[in-house]
């Protein structure tokens, strides 16, 4: 059995239920603020569960900090894995925002319809396809630019994160030139790095998003490449 990692799920977290969703509580941010790339902010906020149900009516808003001792709500649209990307600010509380089928730890965008999850151990495609569709899962389906745009800017959120590359879906493997989901669905949006996909028939079937020093644009890998990847759950 595969044994993975799941960073996400080291953090360790507790819903409070609010309305038709829920604020996931990130125990491991107390006293913590990620002051970079925010929204906005609301002032003014007594209640933490106001905060939650503030970003619940923002479809933008993917997590929120609660500035307790500012009495303020400090809204996101990526979530934030790394504590350590952040500085101390005392009673500070982190919540990320879950609605519908989308579960707790994974990354919600409502605007995008799209939940899905980060995983930072480094392993072949067929086990990390086969971590993914053990939980009914797939490789996560970048089908158009404001996809790749937040994908990209969530890897990008935490340190933790943007060092590696991830396997995505979609692959030609079998009728070389012609991608496709994993659906059999044809793949219209592409974001290649200069230089690829390279055609080499045979051997380069899957999409691999390079690291940070190329934007995360894709590239053509290989099957026996080690990398880490994404797994979307379909709601």
Not at 109 to 117: A, E, M, P, T, V
Not at 193 to 222: C, M, Q
Request: charged fraction near 25%; glycine fraction near 6%.
């Amino acid at each position: 059995m595969i044994r993975t990692l799941l960073f996400l799920c080291l953090v360790h977290y507790a819903p409070a239920w609010i309305n038709t969703g829920f604020g996931v509580k990130w125990k491991s941010f107390d006293d913590v603020l990620v002051s970079k790339s925010f929204m906005f902010e609301i002032t003014n906020v007594y209640k933490s569960t106001r905060c939650v149900l503030l970003c619940l009516q923002n479809e933008s808003c993917v997590s929120v900090f609660y500035r307790r001792q500012h009495r303020r709500c400090q809204f996101h649209d990526v979530l934030f894995m790394s504590p350590e990307d952040g500085e101390q600010e005392n009673g500070t509380m982190y919540y990320s925002l879950t609605t519908g089928d989308c579960v707790p730890g994974y990354i919600h965008n409502r605007l995008l319809n799209i939940c899905y999850q980060l995983h930072l151990d480094k392993i072949s495609y067929d086990d990390a396809l086969a971590d993914c569709t053990s939980r009914g899962e797939h490789f996560a389906v970048i089908d158009n630019a404001d996809k790749q745009n937040h994908v990209v800017k969530q890897i990008k959120s935490s340190s933790a994160a943007r060092t590696f590359s991830y396997f995505l879906d979609g692959s030609d493997a079998a009728n070389e030139g012609q991608w496709v989901f994993h659906d059999g669905r044809p793949m219209t949006y592409f974001a290649w790095r200069s230089g690829n996909p390279t055609g080499s028939a045979g051997e380069k079937d899957y999409i691999v998003a390079s690291k940070l020093d190329n934007a995360f644009l894709w590239r053509d890998g290989r099957q026996t490449e080690e990398k880490n990847y994404i797994c979307q759950k379909d709601l």
